[in-house]
C-alpha cells in the first residue's frame, strides 16, 4: 500500500461521503427525512467527540500516562449518563431560543450581548485552531507511516487534506441559510463514519489480542508487567489531573462548538437524549476499551522509538496486515474528517453571524444616507463570510499545525482546546441555573478566564511563552486550568452580585432559568432574532390576527407552512417597512438594528412604544367595535320596530273585526231585548224576538269558542289525542251533525263507502271538526238546483290519507282562493250564513296540527277541499315552532 | 208612500230591529243589504235621509258616503252611520253615528233630529 493509493483510497472515501451527504439532503428537501431522523442517527452523530485525537491519540496517552487516557471518555461518560436532565433542559432551551450556537445561546441568555456572542466565537476559534491542527496532524501522521523510501509522501500532504475538508465542510455547511442550521446530510455522513471508526478500531484491537498476543489473558499479563515497569507502583494517579480533565472532558462535550452543534443544534427534540443517554457512554466504552491492550502490546512488539501515537496504524502494518491498515487509515481520517467539518460549519455560523454581519450591519447604518442595497444582499453575505470563515479556520489550523512542528503529542494539542473552550462552562451552567447571573457577570468571567487560560494554557503550548511555574507538588496544567476556571467562575458570580441586569436579560434569564417559552413570559415582545419573538412583537402592535396573516402569507411565499417565516432578508425588510408604517420609520428602524444584534435602543424602550401604538390602537378598536354595536343595535331596534309596528296593524285589524264580530249580535240582542221590555208588545212578537236574541246569543258563543280554539291552536298548546279509527265512521258521524246543523235543504251525497274503510292515526275530534265544518260550509254555501256533495277517499303515496270533499256549487272565484283560509275572510258573498269568517283558519291550524294540510282545490265543478294526513300525527316539536312563531 | 228612511244593513236581525222601531214611529222604511248597488238604490228611492252599516259586503259604507258626498244631488242627504268598531277612524261626511250596540231611544231621537232638518 503506497502513500498515493492511500491517497487515492481517501479520495474515493470522501466522494463516498459526499453521495451520502447529497442524498440524504436531498431526500430531507424532499420531506422524506423523517425515517433518517432516528436516535441512533443521532447517538452516532455525537462520536464526533471521538476526533482522531481519540482515535491515534488515546493509545500514544495511555502508553505515555497509563490510565489517565481514561478520563478523557469518563468527562462524556458522566455528563450523559448522570446528568442527561441537565442536557435535555439545554436542549430544551436552547431549541426554544433556536439557537444556532453555543455564542449564540450564551449571548441570548445574556440580554442578547452581541459583544458576549463575539467574545465566546473567538474562544470556540482559539481552541479549534490547536484541535484542527491535531486533526490535520495526525491524517499527516497516518500517511507517513505508510511511506517508504521508494514511496515518498508528497510534499505539503496537510495542505492537500486541510483543503479536501474545507471543501468538503464548504459544499455541505453552506449550501443555504436554514433558520434551524440543520444539516442533515453532513450529520448522516458523520453517522456513517462513527460506525466506520468504531469498526476499524474495534478490528485493531482484536487482531491485537487474538492476532498478536494469545488472547485476553496474555494481554492482561503484558499489562501487569508494563504498570509494574511504568512506576513500580502502577500507573500513577495524579488527582487533580484526573479531576482536572474529567471536568474538562466532560464540559468539552457539551460547550465545544462542533458538540454543541451535533448534540443541541442538530436534535430535533430533547427526547434523543433518552437513547443517546446510554447509547453513547457504550459508543465511548466500546472506544476506550480497546486502548490499552493496543497500547501495551504496541510497546512490546514496537521498535523502541516508535511514535505511540501511530500504534493502531503501526501494529497492522507491522504484522504485514494492510488491508486491516488500511481500514484504520480510514478510521482516522473518518474521525479527523467529521471534526474538522462538524467543527468548520458551526465556527463558521458563529463568526459569520457574531462578527461578520453585525460588523456589516454596523457599516450599513454608517451608510444608511446612501442608496439602498438589494434586500437579497444579506442572505449571500452571509454564506460567503461562512464559507471565508470555513477557510480561515481550517486554514488556521494548518498554520498552527506548521508552527508546531507538527511534533506535540496529540493530546496536548487537545487539552488545549478543552480547557479553552471551558472557559465558557461557568456561563452556560450559571446562565440555565441562576436568574441572577447578569452579562456584565458573564463577559468578565469570559474574559478574565480566557486570559489567565491564554496566557497559561494557549500560548506556551504554541511555544510563544515560557510553562508557567506553578508552586511545587502541583501539576502545571491542572493548575492553570483550575486558576482559570475559579477566576472566570470567581468573576462571574461577584459581578453578577454587584450588577443589576437590564430588561431584556431578566426576559431571557427567567425563560432559561425555568426553561419556559420566551412567548409566555409575561411582557414579552422584546426584538429578538426568532421569528415568534417578531410574532408577539407585531401581534402587540397590529392585533394578532393581523400579525397572523401577515405571518402566514410570509411562510407561504417562502413555501413554508405555518405562521413562522424565516427570518430571510426580504422578509426582515418587509417587516420593517410593515413596522415603519405602525411606529414610524426611526423607531422601526432601531427595532431592526435590534434583531441585527446590535444594541442602540433598550427593550424597555421598544416596550413602552410598542405599549402605546397597541394601547392607541386598542381604544381606536375599541370605539370602532362600539359604533358598529350600535349601528347593528340601531339596525336590529329598527327591524323589531317595523315588526310590531306590523304586528300592531294587524293586531288592529283583529280586534276591529273581533269588535265588529261581537258587537253585531250584541246590537241585535239589545235592540230585541229592548223591545221584550216593552209592556204593550204582542205575544207573537215577542216569541219570535226572543228566538233571535236566542240565536244571536247561540252565535256570540260559536264565535269566542272559534277564538279560544283557534288561540289555543295558534299558540301550539293544543293536546293531540291520537287513535286509530276507521275514515268510514268519521265521515258518518261528521255527514250527521252536518246535516243537523244546517238541515232544510236535501243533498245528494255522492260516496265511495268501500274506499272509506281505511284505517287511519289521528286525533278524532279535530278532524272531525275539519270534516264537519268543510260539509257545513258545502251545505251553506252550495246554490245548485240540485245540491250534491261528493266525498272521495284514497291513500296516498307516501302513506297517508286524502279526503276530498267537493260540492257542484258555483266554487270560490280564483281572487278569493287564496283568501279564505285566513282569519275573517269575508268573502263578498252576501249569502254567507252568520259564520263570523273563522272556521277554515280554524281547519287550517287543526291540519297543520295534525301534520297534514288543507288546500282548495280549483277546477272541480264546485268548491272542493282536499284534506290531507300523514300516515301519522306529526311530532309535537312543529307545534313548538308554531307557538314559537 | 214615501221613503223617510233607507237602511244599508247586512245584517238581517239588526235590519229587522231598525224597520221595527222606524215603522212604529211612523217613518216609511226601505233595506238595502249590501254595498253593491246602494247608490243606484239611493237615486231611485231618494229617501229623505239614510241609515248606513260601516262595514257591507260589496263596497263599504265609507266608499258608498264619500261617493254620496261627492254627487252634488246626494250631498246634502243626512247620513246616520252604524259602526260595529268603535267611533275612532270614522271617515269624514256622516251627520251622525250611532256606535253598535245602540239604544232604541237613541235611534229613534237622532232619526227624527235628521229628518226633521231634512
Redesign the interface.
Known amino acids: 500500500m503506497t502513500p498515493e493509493s492511500l491517497v487515492a483510497a481517501s479520495v474515493a472515501y470522501v466522494a463516498l461521503m459526499f453521495l451520502l451527504a447529497h442524498a440524504a439532503d436531498r431526500a430531507a428537501a424532499a420531506g422524506r427525512w423523517r425515517w433518517m431522523d432516528r436516535p441512533v442517527i443521532y447517538t452516532l452523530s455525537l462520536s464526533v467527540y471521538c476526533s482522531a485525537w481519540t482515535f491515534y491519540g488515546a493509545v500514544g496517552y495511555a502508553s505515555r500516562s497509563g490510565l489517565e487516557f481514561l478520563t478523557i471518555y469518563l468527562g462524556p461518560g458522566i455528563v450523559f449518563s448522570g446528568a442527561w436532565w441537565g442536557l435535555r433542559r439545554l436542549v430544551r432551551v436552547a431549541r426554544m431560543h433556536r439557537v444556532t450556537s453555543i455564542a449564540d445561546l450564551i449571548s441570548s441568555r445574556f440580554g442578547k450581548s452581541a459583544g458576549l456572542a463575539a467574545l465566546v466565537t473567538l474562544i470556540g476559534v482559539m481552541a479549534a485552531t490547536p484541535y484542527i491542527a491535531l486533526q490535520l496532524q495526525s491524517v499527516s501522521m497516518a500517511l507517513s507511516a505508510f511511506a517508504t523510501p521508494e514511496h515518498a509522501l508528497p510534499r505539503n500532504v496537510s495542505v492537500w487534506v486541510a483543503l479536501g475538508l474545507a471543501a468538503f465542510a464548504i459544499l455541505f455547511g453552506t449550501r443555504n441559510l436554514a433558520v434551524d442550521e440543520r444539516h442533515h446530510g453532513v450529520v448522516i455522513a458523520i453517522a456513517v463514519e462513527a460506525v466506520v471508526k468504531l469498526a476499524a478500531f474495534v478490528a485493531v484491537g482484536v487482531f491485537v489480542i487474538w492476532g498478536i498476543a494469545d488472547g485476553p489473558a496474555d494481554v492482561l499479563a503484558r499489562i501487569d508487567r508494563m504498570s509494574v515497569s511504568a512506576g513500580g507502583e502502577g500507573w500513577p494517579i495524579n488527582p487533580e489531573r484526573w479531576f482536572t480533565l474529567i471536568l474538562l472532558s466532560g464540559a468539552a462535550v457539551m460547550v465545544l462548538p462542533r458538540m454543541f452543534h451535533v448534540l443541541v443544534v442538530e436534535a430535533s427534540d430533547e427526547d434523543r437524549l433518552r437513547q443517546a443517554g446510554w447509547a453513547f457512554p457504550a459508543y465511548l466504552a466500546l472506544m476506550s476499551f480497546l486502548v490499552l491492550p493496543i497500547a501495551v502490546v504496541g510497546a512490546d512488539i514496537l521498535p523502541k522509538g516508535a511514535n505511540p501515537d501511530l500504534y493502531v496504524l503501526d501494529l497492522p502494518l507491522s504484522q504485514g496486515r494492510e488491508a486491516l491498515a488500511t481500514l484504520v487509515f480510514l478510521g482516522g481520517f473518518s474521525s479527523a474528517m467529521s471534526m474538522v467539518v462538524v467543527s468548520a460549519i458551526a465556527l463558521s455560523t458563529m463568526m459569520a453571524n457574531h462578527w461578520l454581519v453585525p460588523l456589516w450591519l454596523r457599516l450599513r447604518q454608517a451608510a444608511l444616507a446612501g442608496p439602498a442595497r438589494a434586500p437579497e444582499d444579506l442572505g449571500t453575505l452571509m454564506l460567503n463570510a461562512r464559507r471565508l470563515a470555513i477557510l480561515a479556520i481550517i486554514g488556521a489550523g494548518w498554520l498552527y499545525h506548521r508552527m508546531s512542528g507538527g511534533t506535540s503529542a496529540l493530546a496536548a494539542m487537545g487539552t488545549v482546546a478543552f480547557s479553552g473552550m471551558a472557559q465558557v462552562l461557568p456561563a452556560l451552567v450559571a446562565g440555565l441555573l441562576w436568574r441572577g447571573a447578569t452579562r456584565r457577570g458573564a463577559i468578565a468571567g469570559v474574559v478574565g478566564g480566557t486570559l489567565i487560560w491564554t496566557l497559561l494554557v494557549f500560548l506556551p503550548s504554541l511555544g510563544l511563552l515560557a510553562q508557567p511555574a506553578m508552586p511545587a507538588g502541583i501539576d502545571p496544567f491542572a493548575g492553570a486550568v483550575l486558576l482559570a476556571l475559579a477566576v472566570n467562575l470567581l468573576l462571574l458570580v461577584l459581578i453578577s452580585l454587584m450588577d443589576f441586569p437590564e430588561p431584556a436579560e431578566r426576559l431571557q434569564s427567567l425563560s432559561f432559568v425555568h426553561a419556559v417559552a420566551p412567548d409566555a413570559a409575561p411582557g414579552d415582545g422584546a426584538p429578538a432574532v426568532q421569528p415568534e419573538a417578531l410574532l408577539t412583537l407585531a401581534g402587540r402592535l397590529w392585533g394578532n390576527d393581523h400579525a397572523l396573516e401577515t405571518f402566514r402569507r410570509a411562510a407561504e411565499s417562502q413555501g413554508k407552512g405555518g405562521y413562522l417565516p424565516d427570518l430571510t432578508p426580504r422578509f426582515l425588510a418587509d417587516f420593517e417597512r410593515l413596522l415603519a408604517g405602525t411606529v414610524g420609520a426611526a423607531t422601526a428602524a432601531a427595532l431592526m438594528t435590534r434583531v441585527g444584534g446590535r444594541g442602540g435602543v433598550t427593550v424597555s424602550d421598544l416596550m413602552e412604544v410598542a405599549g402605546e401604538a397597541s394601547r392607541a390602537r386598542e381604544d381606536n378598536r375599541r370605539l370602532e367595535n362600539t359604533s358598529a354595536e350600535l349601528a347593528r343595535t340601531a339596525a336590529m331596534l329598527r327591524e323589531s320596530n317595523e315588526k310590531l309596528t306590523a304586528l300592531s296593524a294587524q293586531k288592529d285589524a283583529f280586534l276591529g273585526q273581533i269588535s265588529h264580530e261581537l258587537r253585531t249580535p250584541m246590537t241585535s240582542i239589545r235592540a230585541f231585548s229592548e223591545f221584550l221590555m216593552e209592556p204593550d208588545l204582542p205575544t207573537e212578537e215577542r216569541a219570535r224576538f226572543a228566538g233571535i236574541i236566542h240565536d244571536e246569543a247561540g252565535r256570540m258563543t260559536r264565535l269566542l269558542d272559534d277564538l279560544l280554539d283557534l288561540s289555543v291552536l295558534e299558540a301550539g298548546k293544543a293536546r293531540l289525542k291520537p287513535g286509530v279509527f276507521n275514515l268510514h265512521d268519521l265521515i258518518e258521524r261528521a255527514l250527521a251533525s252536518a246535516g243537523a246543523a244546517a238541515s232544510g235543504r236535501d243533498f245528494a251525497i255522492r260516496r265511495n263507502i268501500a274506499a272509506e274503510h281505511l284505517p287511519v292515526i289521528t286525533d278524532q275530534d279535530r278532524l272531525l271538526q275539519v270534516l264537519i265544518n268543510v260539509i257545513t260550509n258545502a251545505r251553506k254555501y252550495c246554490s245548485a238546483e240540485a245540491p250534491q256533495i261528493r266525498i272521495d277517499c284514497r291513500r296516498s303515496p307516501d302513506g297517508g290519507t286524502e279526503i276530498d270533499i267537493a260540492d257542484n256549487g258555483p266554487g270560490i272565484s280564483a281572487g278569493n282562493q287564496a283568501l279564505i283560509f285566513e282569519k275573517f275572510a269575508r268573502l263578498n258573498d252576501p249569502a254567507r250564513a252568520g259564520g263570523a269568517g273563522l272556521g277554515l283558519a280554524i281547519c287550517k291550524e287543526i291540519m297543520e296540527f295534525l301534520g297534514g294540510s288543507i288546500a282548495y282545490l280549483p277546477g272541480q265543478g264546485g268548491a272542493c277541499f282536499r284534506i290531507s294526513l300523514p300516515p301519522r300525527p306529526a311530532r309535537r316539536a312543529e307545534n313548538d315552532e308554531n307557538a314559537a312563531r | 208612500m214615501s221613503v223617510d228612511v233607507l237602511l244599508i244593513e ?2 238581517p ?2 235590519a ?3 224597520r ?2 222606524l215603522t212604529r214611529d211612523g217613518w216609511g222604511c226601505e233595506q238595502w ?2 254595498g ?1 248597488g246602494a247608490l243606484e238604490r239611493i237615486r231611485a228611492l231618494a229617501p229623505r235621509m239614510l241609515i248606513l252599516d260601516l ?1 257591507l ?2 263596497r263599504s259604507g265609507a266608499e258608498i258616503l264619500a261617493d254620496l258626498r261627492a254627487d252634488p244631488a246626494l250631498a246634502a242627504l243626512p247620513v246616520l252611520l252604524l259602526s ?3 267611533t275612532a277612524n270614522l271617515p269624514p261626511g256622516a251627520d251622525r253615528v250611532l ?6 231611544a237613541d235611534l229613534r231621537a237622532v232619526v227624527r233630529e235628521l229628518l226633521e232638518q231634512a
Request: proline fraction near 17%; avoid cysteine.
Open positions: 247586512d245584517e236581525s239588526i229587522e230591529a231598525v221595527f222601531i243589504p249590501e253593491t262595514m259586503p260589496g260595529a268598531r268603535g256606535p253598535k250596540p245602540f239604544a232604541n
